[in-house]
C-alpha cells in the first residue's frame, strides 16, 4: 500500500512537499510517479523517478518547480514543490510502476495511493 501525505493550503509562490510511504519492500524496485487530478479534469502526469533514483522525468508543468526524489532504504518518495500556482491545486497521488523506469500513462503504474490534497490560493 502507498500513503501520500503532505499536502494542504499554501499561497501562490509558496511551497509544499509531499511525501510518499510504501509498506511494501518491492516498492524500492520499481519507478514511482505522481500524478494529480484537478476537480473536473483527468488524471495528469507529475514527475517520475526510476527505481534507483538515477533517473528523473517531469511533466512540462512541473520543470523548474518540482523536484522528485525517493529513499530506497526507507521505502518513501517525495515531491517539492516550488513557487506553486492556483493551477496546480490538485489531489496528488504516487504510484508504484509496473517496471524499474516511471513513465509518464497512469497505465504504467499499479498500485496508487490515496492522494494528497493540494490548495494553492491566488
Known amino acids: 500500500q502507498l500513503q501520500a501525505s503532505g499536502g494542504g493550503l499554501v499561497q501562490a509562490g509558496g511551497s509544499l512537499r509531499l511525501s510518499c510511504a510504501a509498506s511494501?519492500?518491492?516498492?524500492?524496485?520499481?519507478?514511482m510517479g505522481w500524478f494529480r487530478q484537478a476537480p473536473g479534469k483527468e488524471r495528469e502526469f507529475v514527475a517520475a523517478?526510476?527505481?534507483?533514483?538515477?533517473?528523473?522525468n517531469y511533466a512540462e508543468s512541473a520543470k523548474g518547480r518540482f523536484t522528485i526524489s525517493r529513499d530506497r532504504a526507507k521505502n518513501t518518495g517525495a515531491l517539492q514543490m516550488n513557487s506553486l500556482k492556483p493551477e496546480d491545486t490538485a489531489v496528488y497521488y504516487c504510484?508504484?510502476?509496473?517496471?524499474?523506469?516511471?513513465?509518464?500513462?497512469?497505465?504504467?503504474?499499479?498500485?496508487w495511493g490515496h492522494g494528497t490534497l493540494v490548495t494553492v490560493s491566488s
Open positions: 523517478i526510476n527505481w534507483n533514483g538515477i533517473i528523473t
Open positions: 504510484a508504484q510502476s509496473r517496471g524499474a523506469v516511471g513513465g509518464s500513462s497512469a497505465r504504467d503504474y499499479t498500485y
Open positions: 511494501e519492500g518491492a516498492f524500492s524496485n520499481y519507478a
